[in-house]
């Protein structure tokens, strides 16, 4: 079992995300919902986070030579694993990704 520890970054795309869709959209139920459910596939991580494989991707690197991502609706959870730790690094938009 890992434990899961998120950047201040990670905290910070999660608290604009929230913002966004209460806000921005005027859904806050949605936004609510959204976020647990982003939550809840995060703690999916805590079980064998080596299920996603490790990416190359320019942008990514930036994160480290292990970073991998895993995706939710059209968000990215971006993510490396020290240990016992997998460390969250940022959740932003798929699309920015390409």
Do not use: W
């Amino acid at each position: 079992m890992h434990y899961i520890e998120y950047s201040q970054e990670a905290r910070n795309d999660l608290h604009e995300l929230a913002y966004a869709i209460t806000h921005l959209y005027g859904m806050p139920m949605t936004a609510e919902k959204y976020i647990r459910e982003l939550r809840a596939e995060i703690e999916k991580l805590k079980q064998y986070p080596e299920r996603n494989a490790v990416r190359d991707s320019r942008f990514l690197l930036q994160f480290g030579t292990n970073v991998r991502r895993v995706n939710y609706k059209k968000m990215a959870i971006i993510y490396t694993i020290h240990n016992d730790f997998v460390y969250i690094h940022r959740i932003i938009a798929g699309a920015l990704l390409l």
